[in-house]
Structures are given as C-alpha cells and as structure tokens.
C-alpha cells in the first residue's frame, strides 16, 4: 500500500460515505508519514477518516463513535473499576482527552494512524487514561526507575563501569529499539511494564490467550535487545566482542529499561 493509492481511497470513501470528512493537507501529511515509517501497513481508511471528523467536532461522526466504539471503551474502564461512579468519570476523561483541544494542541484521536481497527487503539488509549484516574484517586504513584543508572549486585567492578559509560547511549539505542515497533505493539509493552497489566487482562484486551499474550511479550523484548545492540553498533560502532556482557545484563533488566523509557505517559 503506498501514499498515492491510499489518499486516492480515502477520497473515495469520502465520495461514498459523504458524512465522512474530505481528507485534508494535514491528514494525507500524517499517512503519508505513517507509511514512510511502514510501507507494508494496511490503514483503516474508514476509521482513519472516522476519527478526524471526531477531531472536527462533526456531530455525525462523533455519534458513530459513541456507536460503536465508546461501548468497548466502556468494557475496557471496567476491568480497571466496575464501579458505576468510577467508569462514569473515566468515560468524561476518554472523552474530554481524545475529542477536546488541550492548550492549543491537537484532540489526541489525531494520534491515530489507523494500524488497526480504531476500537482497539481507543481501548487501549482509554484504559491508560482509566489507570491515570485510578492513580489519581491513590494520590499518585512512584516514577517508573532508570534501567541502566540502578547497580547490580552480581556485576563486576570493569563491567558497572563499563555500563555507566555506555548508560547514555543505551537510553538512546533503547529509543531507536523502540521506535521500530509499531505503535500497538509500544502500547502493549506500556500496559504490561508501566501500568502492570497482567497477561490475562492484555489477552481480555485483545481476544489472545495469556499464553500467546507470553510469547508476544517474550518477542517483542528479544527485539529490543537485537535493535538496541545494532543501534548501539551503527551510532557509534561499538565492537560485538565489547557489547556482549554488557547486553547479556541488559537484557536482563529489557522490563526495568522499557518503564523508564515509556512510563508514565498518555498514549501514542
């Protein structure tokens, strides 16, 4: 799928569904970004422009995403708090976050690129905000750790220095790491590492079973450490023989580097 035949869609799902909004300059800029950063991924041209009439403000559209997508947001707040009172109010932060400008910006349902369908990036951006309610009736909670700034009782004097020297550039080699998945897959990291969801409740999410939920997880880390280590090789042309110890602990601690590296935040 590339730029031209996806704008070339979107205007003909405009043309067919006239209540959906024309795509504009801005609209085709951010596919044409999406694209550029995956040319294999396959938008949901519908609820791409979905989603922009709700940043409209356009009252068809936002009554189709009361419709239809507001009812799995529901589901989603109540595996946080059942209690009525509290999906109530989680329901008011889904929508004054996602649909109403905030200090000049963007509503955040811009955000979406349409990598999957927009229930499910809504399910997962409201169950993050239901969290930050939830968090906020605690009166807060502790700041995700640093990875590579924390000691490590087992690791020998050479290599603790040798980590320090190379913490900076592995907070940045992890952002590379990071930035080659693709946003649901981030989302999910977050959920599980940030806002402790457990592989039940991410597989309820999702319609997985805990075990595949595992394995997804187990993958995803894997990545991160083999992007990381070529990250770490391309931008500053570390040796392998030089990196392989200090990799071998940073894998151990990949959980550790993705809080600190995507936690606490509203999501992508």
Same mark, same amino acid.
């Given at each position: 799928?590339?730029?031209?035949?996806?704008?070339?869609?979107?205007?003909?799902?405009?043309?067919?569904?006239?209540?959906?909004?024309?795509?504009?300059?801005?609209?085709?800029?951010?596919?044409?970004?999406? &694209?550029?950063?995956?040319?294999?991924?396959?938008?949901?041209?519908?609820?791409?422009?979905?989603?922009?009439g709700c940043a409209r403000g356009d009252a068809r559209a936002l009554a189709e995403l009361e419709r239809v997508v507001m009812p799995k947001v529901k589901q989603a707040i109540s595996?946080?708090?059942?209690?009525?009172?509290?999906?109530?109010?989680?329901?008011?932060?889904?929508?004054?976050?996602?649909?109403?400008?905030?200090?000049?910006?963007?509503?955040?349902?811009?955000?979406?690129?349409?990598?999957?369908?927009?229930?499910?990036?809504?399910?997962?951006a409201s169950m993050r905000i239901a969290l930050n309610v939830k968090r906020a009736h605690r009166g807060g909670s502790d700041e995700p750790s640093g990875d590579l700034d924390e !000691?490590?009782?087992?690791?020998? !004097?050479?290599?603790?220095?040798?980590?320090?020297? &190379?913490?900076?550039?592995?907070?940045?080699? &992890?952002?590379?790491?990071?930035?080659?998945?693709?946003?649901?897959?981030?989302? &999910?990291?977050?959920?599980?590492?940030?806002?402790?969801?457990?592989?039940?409740?991410?597989?309820?999410?999702?319609?997985?079973?805990?075990?595949?939920?595992?394995?997804?997880?187990?993958?995803?880390?894997?990545?991160?450490?083999?992007?990381?280590?070529?990250?770490?090789?391309?931008?500053?042309?570390?040796?392998?023989?030089?990196?392989?110890?200090?990799?071998?602990?940073?894998?151990?601690?990949?959980?550790?580097?993705?809080?600190?590296?995507?936690?606490?935040?509203?999501?992508?």
């Amino acid at each position: 799928m590339n730029a031209t035949d996806v704008e070339r869609d979107l205007r003909l799902a405009h043309r067919r569904q006239p209540w959906l909004p024309a795509p504009d300059a801005a609209l085709l800029a951010r596919v044409r970004e999406t &694209l550029a950063r995956d040319p294999r991924a396959k938008l949901h041209l519908h609820d791409l422009l979905l989603a922009e009439g709700c940043a409209r403000g356009d009252a068809r559209a936002l009554a189709e995403l009361e419709r239809v997508v507001m009812p799995k947001v529901k589901q989603a707040i109540s595996r946080v708090d059942a209690s009525a009172a509290f999906v109530d109010e989680a329901l008011q932060a889904v929508r004054s976050r996602l649909l109403t400008r905030e200090g000049g910006g963007e509503p955040r349902v811009r955000q979406y690129t349409g990598e999957g369908p927009l229930v499910n990036w809504a399910r997962v951006a409201s169950m993050r905000i239901a969290l930050n309610v939830k968090r906020a009736h605690r009166g807060g909670s502790d700041e995700p750790s640093g990875d590579l700034d924390e !000691p490590l009782p087992s690791a020998s !004097p050479e290599l603790a220095l040798m980590r320090a020297n &190379l913490a900076g550039k592995f907070k940045t080699a &992890l952002q590379d790491a990071l930035a080659t998945l693709t946003p649901a897959d981030r989302n &999910l990291l977050r959920l599980h590492f940030v806002d402790g969801l457990s592989l039940d409740e991410l597989g309820a999410m999702v319609g997985a079973h805990k075990s595949t939920m595992s394995r997804r997880l187990a993958k995803l880390q894997e990545t991160l450490v083999d992007e990381s280590r070529a990250a770490l090789q391309r931008r500053w042309g570390i040796r392998s023989r030089e990196l392989s110890s200090v990799m071998k602990l940073f894998s151990q601690r990949v959980e550790l580097s993705v809080r600190g590296a995507l936690g606490p935040r509203e999501p992508d």
